[in-house]
């Protein structure tokens, strides 16, 4: 094989926006503790590696979406026995995020299955984003396609980010969804950031895809300037009666390579280990962590399938001495400290581990 070639912009974590496929590939070939090593070191030049991102999620519109994405529940589609809800009463987004804010999330998604929102449904909308914004929460939507405009009216009304994901790569996509493409989903991206909106894009593991689709996906968000803010990754729930109910188990560390690799992509993101959590036990959630994961979902429910109980997620904070990002930080001797992050007082992590650099360009 040939040997990894890690040039020091790499190994330093600056942000690169040309990445090749090869590049990428050579990244996911590492060995194991290699990779995980890079994407540690980069990681904590650019994060306290001890402090977790906590969002909180409901959907405000469940159910009887248009579009025919084959892994979501709530395509109308697929038979998935979900009961399809309006629009709901922003009385009950507020009490939703009250109790978000009560169990220390720093920020509130909601999201809407809407192939894009109608213009009726946007004054209330917008007034669950002013009203939730108004008690301190950081604010998200995940609400389907965005014109311009209706991206405008989101990003003045206060909204923080905005989610639409590629889902997968480009070349893989039309296996997934073919009610609307991959360019669509570039355009909309493209009008939140225009918006002055923060991006929050990122894709899903276990559709049947290779790696080098995951490679693809994540060449296609890293090229973005600026990169996405933040980058879910989600591990696929299959749900009976979707076309992915029998999907093929993702291995756990090639999961976890794709956090790596994401981490060393964007340097600079929070990358969400998103949906999937419940599936995954704690010792699987922590090398997520260690390989640059710092952002979750926290709560029992995600849209409308389980995430683990908020119980287990206190718990595994504890025991890793993890914090939630944004609250009061106690630090440890030999912790993590802006003062001796690497990046800081210039002491470089040996990422390349001795290997002579040679360029990849
Ligand atoms: N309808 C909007 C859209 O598609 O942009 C917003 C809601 S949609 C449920 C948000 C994202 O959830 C999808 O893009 C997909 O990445 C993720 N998602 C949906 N079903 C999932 C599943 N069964 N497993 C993992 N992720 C899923
Ligand atoms: C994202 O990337 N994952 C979240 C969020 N963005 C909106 C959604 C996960 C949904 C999982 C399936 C469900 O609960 O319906
Ligand atoms: Fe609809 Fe979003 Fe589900 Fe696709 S992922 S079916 S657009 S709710």
């Not at 008690?135 to 923080?160: F, R, V, W």
């Not at 993702?250 to 999937?276: C, K, N, Q």
């Not at 990002?325 to 001795?354: H, I, L």
């Amino acid at each position: 094989m040939t040997p990894i070639v890690l040039n020091l912009s790499i190994a330093a974590g600056q942000i690169r926006y040309d990445w090749t496929l090869d590049q990428v590939m050579e990244l996911y070939q590492l060995p194991f503790n290699d990779l995980m090593f890079l994407a540690a070191s980069i990681h904590r030049q650019n994060f306290n590696p001890n402090e977790v991102q906590v969002s909180t999620l409901l959907s405000i519109k469940t159910g009887s979406c248009p579009e025919d994405c084959k892994y979501c529940p709530q395509s109308a589609h697929y038979s998935t026995g979900l009961e399809k809800e309006k629009l709901i009463e922003i009385d009950q987004v507020i009490a939703q995020a009250k109790a978000a804010l009560d169990s220390g999330a720093s920020r509130f998604c909601m999201g809407a299955a809407w192939r894009s929102p109608t213009e009726r449904d946007m004054p209330q909308v917008v007034e669950m984003v002013r009203q939730v914004k108004s008690m301190g929460l950081e604010t998200c939507m995940t609400l389907g396609m965005l014109d311009q405009k209706q991206a405008q009216t989101l990003s003045d009304a206060g909204l923080d980010y905005y989610n639409h994901n590629l889902d997968t790569s480009p070349e893989f996509y039309g296996q997934i969804i073919s009610t609307r493409t991959f360019g669509d989903r570039l355009a909309t991206l493209q009008h939140v950031r225009d918006s002055g909106m923060k991006v929050c894009s990122g894709g899903i593991l276990g559709m049947g895809e290779q790696q080098a689709d995951r490679a693809s996906m994540l060449i296609e968000l890293a090229r973005m300037e600026p990169q996405p803010e933040s980058v879910p990754v989600n591990m696929l729930v299959r749900v009976p009666g979707t076309p992915m109910e029998s999907a093929e188990d993702v291995d756990p560390f090639d999961f976890i390579r794709t956090v790596a690799v994401a981490r060393i992509m964007m340097p600079a993101s929070h990358v969400r280990l998103s949906a999937g959590r419940e599936s995954m036990n704690d010792q699987m959630q922590s090398m997520a962590f260690f390989a640059g994961a710092n952002s979750i979902f926290y709560g029992e429910k995600l849209l409308t399938t389980a995430n683990p109980e908020a119980n287990r997620d206190k718990e595994l904070f504890r025991r890793l001495g993890i914090q939630p990002e944004g609250k009061a930080t106690e630090v440890r001797v030999g912790s993590w400290t802006p003062e001796n992050c690497p990046k800081n007082n210039n002491r470089f992590y040996d990422a390349t581990m001795g290997k002579k650099e040679k360029s990849v360009n």
